[in-house]
Structures are given as structure tokens and as C-alpha cells.
């Protein structure tokens, strides 16, 4: 993520692929703005667009709900990939393959690891994966991630761990947008992220967005994302303390790759 260059490109995908459930192009967008493409679902009494601390029952409890019923439209070998993204272990590592590739699949050389990605993108893409209206994610990134070296970078040189605010000066100024190029990783609710990770967008998707549930609060986005970040004076990025950490918050949009190609 930059000013205007990207950071993090995700990767584009490629022909159909038949699963369980139907055929869904692995090309599909990101989301569809129009209310009849959205798989109809009853009203659930755990949902809400945007969980707070005090709805961590609600949240846990609607993305378990979300997990079982993707997991329904799966076949059983795709079952036990879904278990596997749960454990991030394997998706760790095609992802670092993707970003080697600069998020492009296509010049993955291992075919074998190119058809992985594109399966789990499109097994991300399922109808019943998309949401049914607006709704708030928390996505974090680490300083490799922002374009510095290691996280030493944006600390202050005293060894007080603390945010250095010239050093981050471009981040919490002139960042505008961003594409991602991998297949990211996010939570319905604020948390202080891993180590290393000191940047934390709120993620407002729009209605019909393709989101995969893990079952415990965990979401996984398909490709073709970009963010817009937003520029009013009241959602300007700031730093802010999560659980005795400090962290750089964002307010930000999902938008298509395209949206932001085009303004670059």
C-alpha cells in the first residue's frame, strides 16, 4: 500500500472451475451491486454490520454460523482445505508465492500451486459467501507491508517501542489507496493484530461482497481487492492504542482493483 504506486498487488484469476454447489467463475468480481444476485438468506439474529468488543458472542456465534453453511456447498476434499485455511499454515505459504509473483497466478511457475490458488479463490467466490449488505471488517498490515524494512522503522529511537510520527509521516498523511496482492486475511471485530503489525483498517465492504467465514471471527477475502482510503478530516488515519499497543487505524473502502488502476 502507497501513494500512489501499489505495495500489495493481488492476484488476477483465471477460467471457471466446477465444485460443489455449481459453476462460479474464478474471474468473478469481488462483489455484485445488484440485490438479486445475492444468495437469499433468512434474517439472522447474530448479525451485525459492524461488532463491537461487547458483541464478541454475536460475532463468534454469526461466523460459525457463516462457516457451516459454506462448508455445506463444498465437496469433501474442499471441506478439508476449508479446516486447513482455519490453521492459515498452508494458505501462509501460497500466499507468499503469490506476492513473489506479485499477485499475479499466471506467472506462478509451479502448476500445481497455481491450481491451488485459483481453487481457493473460487471456492472463496461462492454465492453463499456473499454479504447481504453493508458490513465492517479489520484487516492489518505489517511494516514490511507499507513499504519499510522491518518494523524498527517506524519506531522512535529511543528504544521505547513507541510509534515515531516523522517517521510515519507519509503513512498517516498521504496514503490514499492501495491493492492488495494476496488473499487477505481479516476479523469482524478489532484486535491488536500479530507481531508486527501496526497498521489496522476498518474495511467497510459493500453489499454483495465475497467473504469467506473461518468460524471464529477470522474472514478471508478472494482477489481482486483494493482499498480507497477515506480523506475526510474525521476519518483521517490516526494512532491509537489496542490492548497496550500502538497501532495506526484507517478508515478505508473495498473497491475493485480496476477502480484503483485507473486513478494510478
Not at 148 to 153: G, W
Not at 163 to 173: H, P, Q, S, T
Not at 177 to 192: A, C, S
Amino acid at each position: 500500500m502507497s501513494k500512489k504506486r501499489t505495495k500489495k498487488l493481488l492476484a488476477l484469476t483465471s477460467p471457471p472451475l466446477i465444485i460443489s454447489g455449481g459453476l462460479v467463475s474464478a474471474n468473478t468480481h469481488i462483489y455484485a451491486a445488484e440485490d438479486h444476485y445475492i444468495e437469499k438468506r433468512s434474517p439472522n439474529i447474530n448479525f451485525k454490520p459492524h461488532y463491537e468488543p461487547r458483541d464478541k458472542v454475536k460475532a463468534e456465534a454469526y461466523s460459525k454460523e457463516r462457516y457451516s453453511e459454506w462448508r455445506k456447498t463444498l465437496q469433501l476434499s474442499h471441506q478439508k482445505e476449508l479446516e486447513e485455511f482455519q490453521k492459515k499454515i498452508n494458505l501462509q505459504y501460497l500466499n507468499k508465492k503469490l506476492e513473489l509473483a506479485r499477485g499475479n497466478i499466471e506467472n506462478i511457475k509451479d502448476s500445481t500451486l497455481k491450481q491451488q490458488l485459483k481453487q481457493i479463490d473460487t471456492m472463496i467466490k461462492q454465492p453463499v459467501n456473499r454479504t447481504k449488505e453493508k458490513q465492517i471488517i479489520y484487516t492489518h498490515f505489517t511494516a514490511e507491508e507499507l513499504g519499510f524494512i522491518n518494523e524498527s522503522q517506524m519506531k522512535k529511537d529511543d528504544g521505547s517501542q513507541q510509534l515515531d510520527e516523522n517517521k510515519i509521516e507519509n503513512v498517516l498523511r498521504y496514503y490514499e489507496y492501495g491493492i492488495l496482492r494476496d488473499l487477505k486475511f481479516g476479523n469482524l471485530m478489532m484486535k491488536k493484530g500479530d507481531k508486527g503489525q501496526h497498521f489496522v483498517v476498518k474495511l467497510e465492504l459493500p453489499s454483495g461482497t465475497y467473504l469467506g467465514h473461518l468460524g471464529d471471527g477470522q474472514v478471508i477475502l478472494p482477489s481482486e481487492c483494493a482499498i480507497e482510503i477515506a480523506n475526510k478530516q474525521a476519518d483521517k488515519p490516526k494512532i491509537i492504542i489496542v490492548d497496550g499497543k500502538q497501532i495506526i487505524k484507517v478508515n478505508a473502502k473495498l473497491v475493485q482493483k480496476a477502480e484503483i488502476q485507473e486513478k494510478m
